[in-house]
């Protein structure tokens, strides 16, 4: 008899519950669940085929062990052997920094990926870290570190409830949203504008995110940090900056105008291609909208001056007055995000605390720009990386200049991969050690809880019970930091136990802490839950805002709803003043770089990338029901730009960029501008070694080859991933 098991899907920010059905030990079927508090029945094609995916034949079964140059199937001992002989080693001859952690997209997707990767880099005491972040938000956490002191104080827009949502560089119809966690985000768009409200969509494609917009702008890449300047200015100049109950909070209001003085719409509209007009209507729809919000994602993160775009979206929030308001934007509060600390000064947050050894970039939120990673490798001397542990990452295919990449890991002393497949990255590590897959993972959203445009808790136990020979994702990890802190073998829970009494040893001596002045040992208990990172989170829910329980979410399978997002200013402040600090140093410092744009009128075609409803980055393209269709690696071009190049729809092309050239199939559309081609990231899985059957099929291109990786917004060391210039010949 079949039966049904609830899971959040993992596979995007939008965290959709799902209803499983599941024959034996197989996922059989999955649709939504109709009554989780905040997904209320929405999935797609992705969530769909959740069991196609579980199911892959090519997931990996065993560890894998390198043995004579190949990798072989081995025991789950083998392969922590290994790996304890050889990082402690390592690190002993060569220091601590030989050994670099590079750490993909789906750990924010995982219980394993939120709770042990900061003891990993304890353990190791390596700076040498390298995450998506700086192919992706980087420039978000730097602009909220800057302005409120906390790099995850990032406001998300009350979809649900503004007037007025200005959306740059985001495509949530494919997408599903990102940095906004909201289920069924297109169908709250379309509630937006059915209760009257306004989108404005800013993106140089005609997405279908535009197509359901209000009004569409479709500038040059690379140019909304001018955009939103112009925007700021007008307000400033028309006097139509009401920042209201904010100015209290607010430091360098008066400053502002000044700092943004060069940048009328009139300057603007030649290097931004758009209408001087058109600026100043937006200025003061956006002012006039009784709430509004503005956001900015992937197209106004990984670009040229993609921190100044991300600190204008905010300024321009606070200068409608609509930060940490209802409709405008607001501080989700996630109930593992410990409770509330009173109002006051913080310890601020700074930037360039070190370098990279080779190039010099400086840290932001403690890593370094993935661009880097190759170079770090590849360089001599002393610091020079030597081992590396990539978890749940695919920086070949995800970062710029995957083929340098492929030969630095190839001549890497040691490697480990946690990873359920053999793909272009894992394929160079000395040990894989796979995760099982999904269906029997538990679940529990610590890092999109934080930015859902409603506070809600939801946990999912395995759907399917580990199945023999397999090991939990939680425990692969905290085996791996016992592996290399010199203490392999000692029981996993350990590395648990210590996180737990360590937290409630401070949590009980914090006057906030709901714990204040409990008996640790107690406390530490009364915590339920199966594993360790069960009673972790129990912990972690017991000391946040709402106080809840491990028992009270398994007493609530669909979710426990927190309510819709409320002010909470200014307790979420940690900057120095203690207040928003609207036109901090490091951004007034990079502001002469942008008037310098000003100047910028590109001749030649520049790229952009995008992404499809059935994929997920590098990793989705195994899985049959997600491929095929619509969902190709294509060049898009412009009608007007592929008859003056000779180039024709389903012809090929030649694409040349900094980086080096790939050959691509056009497809001509007009839902490009002119200017503009599209190619989608994640593609190129024809590298020998890796087993993954349907994707090296259709392999694709891999746009990031187009790339050297030395374009970078300098403060948060994020790639510029979009916007940057190509040259195009017709192949035969
Ligand atoms: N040109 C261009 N490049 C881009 C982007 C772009 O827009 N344009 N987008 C960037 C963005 S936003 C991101 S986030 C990065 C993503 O960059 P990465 O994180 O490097 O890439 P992913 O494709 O998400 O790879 C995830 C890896 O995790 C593995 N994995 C899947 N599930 C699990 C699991 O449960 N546990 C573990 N341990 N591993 C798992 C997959 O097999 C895969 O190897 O790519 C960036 N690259
Ligand atoms: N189906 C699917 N969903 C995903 C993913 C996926 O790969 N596939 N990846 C997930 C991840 S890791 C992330 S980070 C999110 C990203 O989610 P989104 O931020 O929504 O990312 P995209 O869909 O790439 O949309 C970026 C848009 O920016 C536009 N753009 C490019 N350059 C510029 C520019 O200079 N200015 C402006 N205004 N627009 C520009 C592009 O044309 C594109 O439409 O999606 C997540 N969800
Ligand atoms: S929208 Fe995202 S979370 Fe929801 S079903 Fe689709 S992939 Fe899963
Ligand atoms: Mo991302």
């Not at 503005?294 to 409608?320: K, M, P, Q």
């Not at 930091?481 to 392999?488: D, N, Q, T």
């Not at 594993?531 to 669909?558: A, F, I, K, S, V």
Request: charged share 20%; net charge negative; hydrophobic share 40%.
């Amino acid at each position: 008899m079949p039966r049904t098991a609830l899971r959040i899907c993992p596979l995007c920010e939008a965290t959709c519950g799902l209803t499983l059905t599941i024959e034996g030990t197989t996922v059989t079927g999955a649709r939504g669940d109709r009554d989780d508090v905040f997904s209320r029945g929405f999935i797609c094609p992705k969530g769909a085929a959740f069991g196609a995916l579980d199911a892959d034949p090519d997931r990996l079964r065993t560890p894998l062990v390198r043995r004579d140059g190949r990798l072989q199937e081995a025991t789950w001992e083998e392969a922590y052997d290994a790996i304890a002989a050889a990082v402690p080693a390592l690190v002993r001859e060569h220091g601590a920094q030989s050994v670099g952690v590079v750490l993909g997209n789906p750990n924010v997707h995982t219980i394993a990926g939120a709770l042990y990767p900061p003891l990993l880099l304890k353990a190791l005491g390596t700076r040498n870290l390298f995450t998506a972040s700086t192919l992706d938000q980087m420039p978000k956490h730097v602009s909220s570190g800057l302005l409120f002191g906390d790099p995850f104080a990032i406001p998300v827009p009350d979809l649900d409830h503004t007037d007025f949502l200005l959306l740059l560089g985001a495509n949530p119809l494919e997408s599903n949203g990102s940095l906004c966690t909201a289920p069924d985000f297109p169908g709250r768009l379309k509630a937006l504008r059915a209760r009257g409200g306004t989108l404005v969509v800013v993106d140089p494609r005609r997405t279908r995110t535009a197509r359901l917009a209000d009004r569409h702008l479709a500038p040059r890449p690379g140019s909304d940090a001018l955009l939103l300047a112009a925007l700021a200015h007008t307000l400033l100049a028309e006097k139509l900056a009401a920042p209201g109950a904010l100015e209290e909070h607010t430091e360098g209001l008066g400053e502002l105008a000044a700092a943004l003085g060069s940048f009328t719409p009139e300057a603007v509209a030649p290097a931004c291609d758009l209408a001087a007009d058109d600026i100043r209507t937006l200025a003061r729809e956006l002012a006039a909208a009784p709430t509004a919000a503005v956001y900015g994602r992937i197209g106004s993160c990984t670009v040229e001056y993609g921190t100044l775009a991300s600190w204008l979206v905010d300024v321009l929030n606070i200068l409608t007055g609509n930060l940490d308001r209802p409709g405008g934007a607001l501080f989700p509060l996630s109930a593992t995000s410990g409770a509330p600390r009173p109002a006051g000064p913080g310890k601020g947050f700074a930037l360039g605390r070190w370098s990279s050894r080779v190039s010099g970039h400086p840290e932001a939120k403690g890593e370094l720009p993935t661009s880097a990673l190759a170079e770090e490798i590849e360089t001599p001397g002393e610091g020079r990386i030597r081992a590396v542990i990539a978890i749940a990452s695919n920086p070949v295919l995800s970062a710029p200049d995957g083929d340098r990449l492929d030969r630095a890991l190839a001549g890497l002393d040691f490697m480990v991969s946690v990873d359920p497949y053999l793909n272009e990255t894992s394929r160079h590590a000395h040990v894989v050690l796979p995760p099982p897959p999904p269906a029997q993972s538990a679940h529990f959203d610590f890092a999109f809880n934080g930015f859902a445009v409603r506070n809600q808790a939801r946990y999912s136990p395995a759907a399917i019970p580990l199945e023999e020979g397999r090991m939990e994702e939680c425990e692969i990890h905290a085996r791996l930091i016992l592996a290399v802190s010199g203490l392999h073998g000692a029981p996993p829970e350990a590395v648990d136990e210590r996180v737990i009494a360590d937290s409630l040893a401070r949590a009980v001596t914090e006057p906030h802490s709901p714990l204040f002045g409990a008996d640790p040992e107690e406390q530490a208990r009364l915590l339920s839950g199966r594993t360790g990172p069960e009673r972790r989170l129990d912990m972690m829910l017991r000391l946040g805002p709402y106080e809840l329980t491990l028992e009270d979410l398994r007493q609530n399978p669909h979710g426990i709803d927190l309510g819709p997002l409320r002010p909470r200013l200014p307790g979420v402040l940690r900057t120095r003043s203690g207040r928003i600090e609207l036109l901090p140093d490091p951004i007034a410092a990079e502001l002469p770089r942008l008037r310098a744009a000003l100047a910028d009128r590109p001749a030649g075609l520049v790229l952009v990338g995008r992404r499809h409803l059935r994929s997920n980055n590098s990793w989705l393209h195994n899985v049959p029901a997600l491929t095929g269709g619509s969902n190709r690696c294509t060049l898009q071009i412009h009608p007007q730009d592929a008859g003056r190049l000779g180039l024709t729809d389903g012809g090929r092309a030649r694409i040349t960029a900094d980086g080096g050239s790939l050959e691509v199939p056009v497809e001509v559309t007009d839902t490009v501008r002119t200017g503009v081609v599209s190619l989608p990231h994640g593609w190129g899985h024809d590298r020998a070694g890796a087993r993954l059957s349907v994707a090296s099929g259709s392999p694709g291109a891999n746009v990031n080859q187009l790339l050297d990786g030395s374009r970078l917004d300098p403060l948060s060391g994020t790639a510029v991933l979009n916007g940057f210039p190509v040259e195009l010949t017709p192949l035969p």
